[in-house]
């Protein structure tokens, strides 16, 4: 018995160093005790002990670093791991060493420091930022009709062009010493979302010169004479960019782009230069229609050793003016019904001098790398804001439709299962401002975060479309109609871009985010893969050996923790927060030791085929999805000063994150080949079996009425989850209709309710609605101020729900036709208005 107790006191103290992940001479010293404690009072045998002692010493030298493990024990699993782990390409290397590690790398840890999270700055505007947002972006906003853009001129007018260059909109990242604004992240996803909520088009033609393309690259890799030339022309639009990647036969598989170039001599301006002559066909360009100037990835080769002695020099980036010769920029494509330029190119052995690849003759065939560093940054801010004014645009209006429409004399928004889809919005819109937000300042606090980037850009775009099926969903037939007052069904249709672009959202979720995230956020894997690749042997069993028993250490520390947490339901857990939020801090620490274990199992079982298994790897980046995205919702609370009437859209994103990383534990442990370990997994993440089979529940429908409660209604949180979106002054404008109707209809309720009444009281005989509040007024039992108030009530009800109507042939006629050839035209700089004006062309009206 004695011996029992001896051997069950060592687990418990095993294991609390194994939570702990406490030093190895800790685990040494409690072995030493326990072996000591036997032999005094446990009454075993001496050669039993004289085992233990030897399988005691053996464990001791395995666990202190020393250079009997590394040539006993190491140098044979590095010799192994090295024959095993598949060869690294030079575009894989750069892709997994792109950017930089985060807060994915804290919940990856299993241990995520909170305190450290929630100290990082809020982010903020700077006053020349806000007044920019205020000002021109506000007068940017006002000058763009959508639907006479995308329905009737098929293209920017002329002027909002010229506006756009004017106040320097295509210049946000560039720097003030290039003649560029200088914003920061989050101006630059500020401005993008607030274009959103107004005009895909404008939104989009402003964000790609601001996103991946010529100038992000020139700012990072350009030379010097380089960034004077064409930085300052961009910044003010005398120069249109566009980053010409995807090739029909290599769309996400971008590195596999069968464009190439060929170092050689040529003649240049008059004389013989070193140059390329480059060879590439392009498609799904945006601005590339109106482009001056054609960013290039290329792969280079140098059969003549002209730069040095390889033949295959790899992908490299170019800027070639699109007035060169040769070069063919080709048509229109037409994304569903986006009408952002848009379109391919191509050429045929076009030469250019070496100087054209960017950051000169030092940077050729390094092109994927600078596009993976530069990507990072790019998706973690256009596409998110993009999503974000998708989830606040549905928020504001879809709350507002709900209250102003009725069925069955009650607002639709107040039926249930219209509160299910609204509840939705307004959770979803939440959690998307937040992972927006804190992704932005991540970005200008100097991170380049590659794995976050792809997690904000798949979860953003998604929840978007959720959000505006729901938004669909609720507008029903206001919402198919075409027409200049339907202010959801442009963004409807072209959401599945959003879905497409910067790595298509399946692959983006099942080869990326875990795939890449399993690499660079886990403490050890990146260091073990990079030690098999080591050329120099000695380091190579040195960064291997620390590594690889590093990794061993945390994945039993990971189990520990998981279990003891799912015991507890990390009730002991030190955690910041309120008596609202402290649980959720808890629970998410709990389940980013269970993801941190997981991972490990997953990777130790499948190896290399878990790449291949794109289910199972996007299960686990679910789950360090979730969480990222949790956190965020966490900080924006803390950073807005905890505001009570925020607490449903927390609740509601918070658990929503939390049932769908159950979700996806559950759908991993369901598909894991070995079952007896998936069972075992299972277990110890969630050792208790609850009464609706689940630990965590989705949001509950009390939550849900609490949500759609603040959304109906005008008031703090509404207007703080629908920032940011334009509302203009016009009251004939569909958004400013509704929010009319919707203060209207608030105003009119109660005397609505007086009117009820009376009419159950048979005070009232009428049966027509205009007669009975007549005869309400005439009985004195509502005011003349208050049939007022229902009279406006009515009037901008039926303003809102009516929806547009065309003639038979819908408005075709010549003038739609000369628009888009005027337009075009015009934009491409080559004719002027009066010139196409004099040739039959017609301006259109800017009012329109």
């Known amino acids: 018995m004695t011996a029992l107790l001896i051997i069950f006191a060592a687990i418990a103290v095993f294991w609390i160093l194994a939570y702990r992940r406490a030093h190895p001479l800790a685990w040494v010293a409690t072995g030493a005790a326990t072996l000591w404690a036997l032999a005094r009072f446990g009454g075993w045998p001496p050669t039993a002990l004289a085992v233990l002692w030897i399988i005691f010493a053996v464990v001791a030298v395995l666990l202190y670093p020393s250079p009997v493990r590394r040539n006993l024990v190491s140098r044979p699993l590095l010799d192994l791991f090295r024959r095993i782990l598949p060869q690294m390409s030079d575009t894989e290397r750069d ?93 630059h996803s500020e401005v993008v979302m ?47 960019p566009c980053f010409a990647l995807t090739s029909p036969e290599a769309g996400s598989d971008a590195g596999a782009i069968p464009d190439f170039g060929v170092v050689c001599r040529g003649e240049w301006q008059g004389r013989e230069v070193l140059g390329m002559r480059l060879t590439w066909e392009k498609r799904y360009i945006t601005l590339g229609p109106i482009a001056t100037l054609l960013g290039l990835a290329f792969r280079l080769y140098d059969p003549d050793h002209l730069l040095g002695d390889k033949d295959d020099i ?20 037409l994304p569903l019904n ?56 549905g928020a504001l209006t879809t709350g ?25 919005i307004g959770g979803n819109a939440y959690v998307m401002e937040a992972a927006r937000v804190m992704t932005a300042g991540a970005v200008d606090l100097g991170e380049k975060p590659s794995v976050i980037s792809a997690i904000v850009k798949y979860h953003l775009t998604e929840r978007g479309r959720a959000v505006i099926n729901d938004a669909m969903d609720v507008h029903a037939g206001k919402g198919i109609c075409m027409g200049p007052n339907n202010y959801l069904a442009r ?22 985010i875990f795939g890449q995230g399993a690499i660079r956020g886990h403490p050890y894997v990146l260091k073990e893969m990079l030690a098999a690749h080591e050329p120099d042997r000695s380091k190579a069993l040195h960064d291997f050996d620390a590594a690889f028993f590093g990794h061993i250490a945390f994945t039993a520390s990971s189990k520990a923790r998981a279990f003891w947490m799912g015991l507890t339901s990390a009730r002991f857990v030190s955690a910041p ?46 789950i360090l999805s979730n969480l990222y995205l949790a956190s965020a919702a966490l900080k924006r609370y803390e950073d807005a000063g905890r505001p009570a009437d925020d607490l449903p859209f927390l609740h509601w994103g918070l658990q929503d994150t939390l049932w769908r990383i159950e979700e996806a534990f559950y759908g991993l442990f369901a598909n894991l080949p070995n079952r007896f370990v998936a069972w075992l997994m299972r277990g110890i993440l969630f050792p208790f079996v609850y009464p609706y089979g689940r630990e965590f529940e989705p949001p509950r429908d009390r939550l849900g009425h609490e949500v759609v409660g603040l959304l109906l209604q005008p008031g703090p949180a509404r207007d703080r989850l629908t920032a940011g979106v334009f509302i203009p002054t016009d009251p004939d404008e569909p958004i400013a209709a509704l929010e009319a109707a919707l203060r209207a209809v608030i105003a009119a309720e109660p005397i609505g309710s007086k009117i009820r009444k009376a009419r159950e009281q048979g005070r009232i005989e009428s049966a027509f609605a205009d007669q009975i509040v007549e005869e309400a007024v005439a009985k004195g039992l509502i005011t003349a101020e208050e049939k007022t108030a229902m009279d406006l009530a009515k009037r901008l009800r039926r303003q809102v729900v009516m929806v547009d109507d065309f003639p038979r042939d819908l408005g075709k006629s010549e003038i739609f036709q000369s628009t888009q050839a005027v337009t075009f035209e015009s934009l491409r700089g080559r004719t002027s208005w009066p010139e196409l004006e004099q040739r039959g062309g017609t301006r259109p009206n800017p009012a329109t």
Request: charged residues 20%; positive net charge.
């Open 491 to 512: 963004t409807y249709q072209q959401t599945p871009i959003a879905i497409t672009v910067e790595g298509a959202n399946i692959l983006t979720r099942s080869l990326i």
């Open 400 to 424: 507002a439709y709900g209250r102003v429409r009725q069925q069955f004399r009650v607002s639709v928004g107040k039926m249930e299962g219209v509160e299910e889809a609204i509840a939705r």
């Open 194 to 240: 607030k274009l959103s909520t107004r005009s895909g088009t404008a939104a989009v033609s402003v964000m790609v010169p601001n996103s991946l393309g010529p100038a992000e690259l020139l700012l990072h890799y350009g030379t010097e004479a380089q960034k004077r030339h064409y930085l300052p022309r961009l910044a003010k639009g005398l120069e249109i």
């Open 338 to 393: 986006a009408v952002f330029m848009n379109g391919p190119n191509w050429g045929k052995d076009v030469f250019v001098p070496l100087d054209y690849v960017i950051g000169g003759k030092e940077y050729v065939g390094e092109g994927w790398k600078m596009l993976m560093n530069c990507l990072a940054a790019g998706r973690s801010i256009s596409l998110p804001a993009l999503s974000a004014a998708t989830g606040k645009m």
């Open 95 to 187: 892709a997994i060493e792109a950017g930089t590690v985060w807060w994915d790398g804290e919940l990856f840890s299993g241990t995520p420091n909170w305190k450290k999270l929630l100290a990082y700055p809020r982010p903020t505007l700077t006053a020349e930022e806000r007044a920019f947002l205020d000002g021109p972006v506000e007068e940017l906003c006002k000058l763009v009709n959508d639907w006479a853009i995308t329905h009737e001129l098929h293209d920017l007018p002329p002027h909002v062009w010229q506006f756009i260059k004017d106040h320097g909109f295509l210049g946000m990242i560039i720097p003030k010493s290039y003649g560029g604004l200088g914003f920061s992240a989050l101006a």
């Open 577 to 622: 927060g309120d008596r609202h939020t402290r649980r959720y801090y808890q629970q998410l620490t709990r389940l980013s030791s269970g993801f941190a274990w997981t991972a490990d199992v997953a990777m130790f079982l499948l190896g290399g085929s878990l790449k291949r298994r794109e289910r199972l790897s996007a299960r686990l980046g679910d």
């Open 314 to 333: 790899g992908i490299t980036l170019g800027l070639i003016p699109t007035d060169t010769a040769g070069v063919h920029i080709g048509r229109r494509h």
